[in-house]
């Protein structure tokens, strides 16, 4: 796996990283149980401090993406969420709230956002609502 991380961005490097990691998952370049690079390996690839991996790493384990085994590393985990609905709808609303905030500062209008949404639906092959 390869990190690209945009230095000029507004976004601190180890959430860009967590991002990164989370959408191969969702496109399945990341499959369960694959092992990612180390923080050390991350680190001199990318030139950055260690404690950013780390920091990213530790964030993702607490959300549950990724697990770390002493000697094994970190690999992705298992994609079961022990989150209940509410608790999905509340986080997945908040995000979706920024982007609305951003698509009306920007003047997206809603015809144009919902087209965008859709083709990444269709990019990501999100279940329907009979699988989840």
């Known amino acids: 796996m390869r990190f690209h991380i945009q230095p000029t961005s507004s976004r601190p490097v180890y959430l860009q990283i967590v991002d ?8 399945g370049l990341l499959l369960e149980g694959e092992r990612l690079p180390t923080v050390r ?18 964030q993702m384990e607490q959300e549950g993406i990724i697990v770390t085994r002493s000697g094994a590393g970190a690999s992705v985990a298992p994609l079961e969420s022990g989150l209940n609905k509410s608790v999905k709808k509340r986080i997945l609303t908040e995000q979706l709230q920024r982007v609305i ?11 144009t956002l919902t087209q965008w949404f859709s083709q990444l639906l269709v990019q990501f092959n999100l279940k329907e609502p009979s699988d989840v």
């Open 101 to 111: 905030v951003d698509a009306f500062h920007m003047d997206v209008d809603q015809e």
């Open 41 to 58: 390996e991350t680190a001199a690839t990318l030139a950055i401090n260690p404690n950013t991996i780390a920091k990213a790493y530790r």
């Open 20 to 27: 990164q990691v989370k959408r191969d998952i969702a496109l």
